[in-house]
């Protein structure tokens, strides 16, 4: 059932639409700065924000009146709780980084010519979320957003697979030893697996020439944020026309500026991988 809203505060949202939009916005830069800085007082806030101390008490009143954020009995301090995870339950970390990385991608196709992709780990496989083949002329295969990508085979699942945290890899390459793909066999040889990542790092990104795709290659670069991997960013190139190695020597600096971009827009977000106001380091 939908709140009761009552004839005249209907009637004053009405005539007030300035009034109410920059109260909303105001909300939401409360609830930023303690996402930034959690349990802070009044006054901490106000600096934070620029917003008036008897304005802030009327947010943090509407906002503590929901549920979003709480002041400890003997505490001059307002806090974040729980119930704010539940705003950001329908956007994952994934459509953060498509928001970001699609103009990126977009104007570094424009750069190389090449088609520039975008693709994210999920479930021991790289899969493509999004692609400028439409744009580039120089496509010549018809790989389409969702395309399931082998970790082993394919020139994201190399680089992500390379820079990734330890002890993700090892659980990774954990699960392609068991899986019965055809693509993760090669899981099973230990040395070629070590030669692979070694290889992959002193190269500086992972390659492909003719795997899982025919007749094209491909070079991908990670996208890093601290010490995870969001996700990787590729150009695919026509195989007879360049190696994987001519084709680092033309455009692997624009990529790698590309990736770094993405990088940048992610951090300004705050919101693809926000600290934890919970955790115990954000308490101390």
């Known amino acids: 059932m939908a709140p009761h809203?009552?004839?005249?505060?209907?009637?004053?949202?009405?005539?007030?639409?300035g009034k109410s939009m920059r109260g909303a916005a105001r909300t939401l830069d409360v609830l930023?700065?303690?996402?930034?800085?959690?349990?802070?007082?009044?006054?901490?806030?106000?600096?934070?924000?620029?917003?008036?101390?008897?304005?802030?008490?009327?947010?943090?009143?509407?906002?503590?009146?929901?549920?979003?954020?709480?002041?400890?009995?003997?505490?001059?301090?307002?806090?974040?709780t729980p119930l704010v995870r539940s705003l950001s339950e329908g956007f994952k970390d994934e459509d953060w980084l498509r928001t970001v990385a699609t103009p990126v991608i977009k104007h570094l196709q424009e750069q190389v010519v090449w088609p520039t992709d975008l693709?994210?780990?999920?479930?021991?496989?790289?899969?493509?979320?999004?692609?400028?083949?439409?744009?580039?002329?120089?496509?010549?295969?018809?790989?389409?957003?969702?395309?399931?990508?082998?970790m082993l085979r394919s020139a994201a699942g190399r680089a992500y697979l390379a820079?990734?945290?330890?002890?993700?890899?090892?659980?990774?390459?954990?699960?392609?030893?068991?899986?019965?793909?055809?693509?993760?066999?090669?899981?099973?040889d230990a040395q070629w697996v070590v030669?692979?990542?070694?290889?992959?790092?002193?190269r500086g990104y992972g390659e492909r020439q003719e795997e899982v795709v025919e007749r094209t290659g491909a070079?991908?670069?990670?996208?890093?944020?601290?010490r995870r991997i969001v996700g990787c960013l590729s150009i695919t190139f026509i195989a007879s026309a360049l190696t994987p190695q001519l084709a680092a020597r033309r455009h692997l600096e624009a990529i790698r500026c590309a990736a770094h971009d993405i990088e940048n827009g992610l951090d300004c977000l705050e919101l693809a991988a926000p600290a934890d106001p919970f955790s115990v380091d954000a308490q101390s």
């Open 5 to 17: 809203t009552s004839a005249s505060s209907a009637d004053r949202a009405s005539r007030e639409p």
């Open 32 to 80: 930023a700065a303690l996402n930034r800085n959690n349990r802070v007082t009044v006054s901490q806030l106000a600096l934070a924000t620029d917003i008036s101390r008897p304005a802030l008490y009327r947010f943090l009143a509407a906002l503590c009146d929901q549920g979003y954020v709480v002041r400890r009995p003997g505490s001059d301090k307002y806090e974040l």
């Open 119 to 150: 693709s994210t780990f999920h479930g021991n496989a790289m899969y493509l979320r999004e692609t400028t083949r439409l744009a580039s002329p120089m496509t010549i295969d018809r790989v389409t957003v969702g395309m399931r990508l082998p």
């Open 163 to 188: 820079w990734c945290p330890v002890s993700e890899q090892q659980l990774i390459l954990e699960n392609l030893r068991a899986s019965e793909h055809p693509d993760d066999a090669g899981a099973r």
């Open 195 to 202: 030669n692979l990542i070694a290889n992959t790092r002193r």
């Open 219 to 226: 070079i991908a670069v990670p996208i890093q944020l601290g």
